[in-house]
């Protein structure tokens, strides 16, 4: 895990402000997972730089505490989200997703998006989510899948072609040194029926998938 954690607190400390505030929101909350955590105490599980930490809070989260295996990143977070002023309404702590450093049943809503993946042991990260989820709970897990193995191949190979050649736009090879899809030393291809069969041995109910693409499904589920 520690080529893991160098890994992404280099990559956290790279970005820059207004990179963070353009991929902090994502359009896919649906209402009724808006209704789980509005008002509520929630885990942003790997929370890296902290911006679905912030996004939670602009969406309405009563108090958000972000867990992260990076230094780096809870620094970068720590610094992000006093900048947007909730400091008072959240807090950080280095912790690995595996063995969440957390009482039992205390989160209403636990976000956990690309993260287990990255992982040496995505089942533990599951059951840890689920310990950590209050009766009734609901959390988001988002993770790669099995179909996705092929294109990383291809990317893999076209970016360091790309790399070679000293015409290709700046921007691109900057954008390259920082996505974790084409360098993270551990990434796993999940099939969704190994997630839900998973999840049901653990004692989750599903809610529901959602996805942009086969390459990457956001799991819902409720304790």
């Not at 209050?134 to 092929?150: A, C, H, M, P, Q």
């Not at 990434?187 to 049901?200: G, N, P, R, V, W």
Request: glycine share 8%; net charge positive; proline share 1%.
């Amino acid at each position: 895990m520690h080529k893991i954690v160098e890994f992404y607190g280099k990559i956290w400390k790279e970005f820059d402000w207004d990179s963070l505030e353009r991929t902090k929101f994502q359009p896919f909350y649906i209402s009724s997972e808006i209704l789980a955590f509005k008002d509520k105490i929630c885990l942003d599980a790997g929370c890296g730089s902290g911006r679905r930490t912030k996004a939670l809070l602009d969406l309405g989260a009563g108090y958000v505490y972000g867990c992260d295996i990076s230094k780096d990143a809870i620094g970068v977070a720590n610094v992000y989200l006093k900048r947007a002023g909730y400091e008072r309404k959240c807090e950080f702590q280095e912790g690995n997703v595996l063995d969440l450093p957390y009482k039992n049943d205390k989160f209403d809503y636990v976000l956990c998006n690309g993260v287990l993946h990255h992982t040496l042991d995505w089942k533990k990260g599951m059951q840890e989510i689920y310990r950590v989820l209050k009766e009734e709970g609901v959390t988001r897990i988002g993770l790669y899948t099995d179909s996705f193995r092929n294109k990383i191949i291809t990317f893999r190979r076209l970016f360091r072609d790309a790399s070679m050649d000293k015409k290709v736009n700046e921007d691109v090879i900057s954008w390259k040194s920082r996505v974790d899809l084409l360098n993270s030393p551990i990434q796993l291809f999940l099939k969704k029926s190994a997630i839900l069969e998973t999840a049901e041995s653990i004692g989750y109910k599903k809610l529901g998938l959602y996805s942009f693409s086969n390459d990457y499904v956001y799991y819902y589920f409720k304790k």
